[in-house]
Every structure is written in C-alpha cells, then in structure tokens.
C-alpha cells in the first residue's frame, strides 16, 4: 500500500498570508504512460463532505479560487494557499489515486492566528 | 445536477449487519466507478471499497475484506455497501463519490461526494 504523510497536522495562519501543505508518499504516483501525477487534494469543512480541489497534482478544479495552488511531482507534493481568507479553515487532505487502496493522508487542519 | 444522497446508517450492534445506498442522479451512473470511503469520528479519511462500471470488478481495503460487499444495480442508479460482522471501529460516516475523469479518461479524483450516513457500532 502507498502510505501518504502530510505535514503539519495543523497550521495557524493570518489572514491575508500564506498556508503551505506539504504531502509525502512512500512510493512514486507518476503515471509513467501519460506523465500525470495521481495526486489530488481535497477540502473539508465541519459536516461537509470533502471537496475536490486539484488534482494530477496542480490542476486546480472549475470553481476553486486561483489563491489554492498544487506543485510537486513523484513522492513530494505542496499545496499553497495565498491571501488566506477566513472561508478557508478546513481540513485539508492530499489522496493518490495511483493503485488501491487509494489512500488519504492524515489531514492537515487549518486555522486562522 | 450532479448528485449522490446516501441512506441506510444508524446504530447497530457488534456482529450486526447493514446495508447502506446510494441514489445517483444527474449523471449516466452506469458509466462510472464508483467508491465508498468512511470518516470516523476525530480521524482520517479511509477508502473502503470501489466496483467499476458493470460492476463486475470489486476492492475492498484489508481491514473490511470479507464483511463488506460493494454492489451496484446500474436500471435503479444505485450503489450499495453490505456490511456484515460489525466491529466498534467501523463506526463512521460513510460517504459514496464518483471516480472522476477529465480529458482523455484520466481520473482527477473523487467527485462529487455524497453527504454521507452514519452507522454506529455499538452493544
């Protein structure tokens, strides 16, 4: 199974700074035959389901705001949040959609300092 | 609009049986994947299971291999998730989502999910 580690488990930010992600898998999930990161990272809020943000690892989802952005390839990935805004407190996962079991990270919670 | 609603959690006890749902709509059910993934209370998401389109392909993950069957009736547009020999620790939330694809059949992810359904395990 490939186990996804993110880091920190959680993170205070002000508003209007920057929030950074980071998400480590213990095996490469860059499909060699279309060269598309199996990565996505998800958003969610209390009571809610998760919601899609990017996914192949930088390619934000019709909607989400240009503030959320996704870099990295093969095992470390980073998910950027900039001019933080207070609709942004959320867990935040990373998943690879490589093989199965298609896991999760731990999550990362997400505050306002 | 694209939308799954799941049914069928509550409280069962320890070696009970449940058996969750979900209603597809909005879009051909039948030509997607589709997974079930559980939230228990203060932890992670947890993929649980996934069928492909015809339904004649099923993964489960260890820890609910051999007590759950995930199945799919692709004329009611509906999946659902058999889920026998209960423990403690499979209380949680389940939700049901769609394997997204993008252009050219790559998969994004999962997407949309449904608002998920409790099942509590407990004596």
């Known amino acids: 199974d490939i186990v996804m580690t993110q880091s920190p488990d959680s993170l205070a930010v002000s508003l209007g700074e920057r929030a950074t992600i980071n998400c480590k898998s213990s095996?490469?999930?860059?499909?060699?035959?279309?060269?598309?990161?199996?990565l996505t990272w998800y958003q969610q809020k209390p009571g809610q389901p998760p919601k899609l943000l990017i996914y192949w690892a930088s390619t934000r989802e019709s909607g989400v705001p240009d503030r959320f952005s996704g870099s990295g390839s093969g095992t470390d990935f980073t998910l950027t949040i900039s001019n933080l805004q207070a609709e942004d407190v959320a867990v935040y996962y990373c998943q690879q959609c490589y093989s199965a079991p298609f896991t999760f990270g731990q999550g990362t919670k997400l505050e306002i300092k | 609009e694209v939308q799954l609603v799941e049914s069928g959690g509550g409280l069962v006890q320890p070696g009970g049986s449940l058996r969750l749902s979900c209603a597809a709509s909005g879009f051909t059910f039948s030509n997607y994947w589709m997974h079930w993934v559980r939230h228990a209370p203060g932890k992670g998401l947890i993929w649980v299971s996934r069928i492909n389109s015809d339904g004649s392909s099923t993964t489960y993950a260890d820890s609910v291999k051999g007590r759950f069957t995930i199945s799919r009736d692709n004329a009611k547009n509906m999946l659902y998730l058999q889920m026998n020999s209960l423990r403690a620790e499979d209380t949680a939330v389940y939700y049901c989502a769609r394997r997204n694809v993008v252009a050219a059949g790559i998969v994004s992810g999962f997407d949309p999910w449904g608002r998920g359904t409790l099942v509590t395990v407990s004596s």
């Open positions: 095996q490469s999930v860059l499909y060699s035959s279309n060269n598309k990161n199996y």
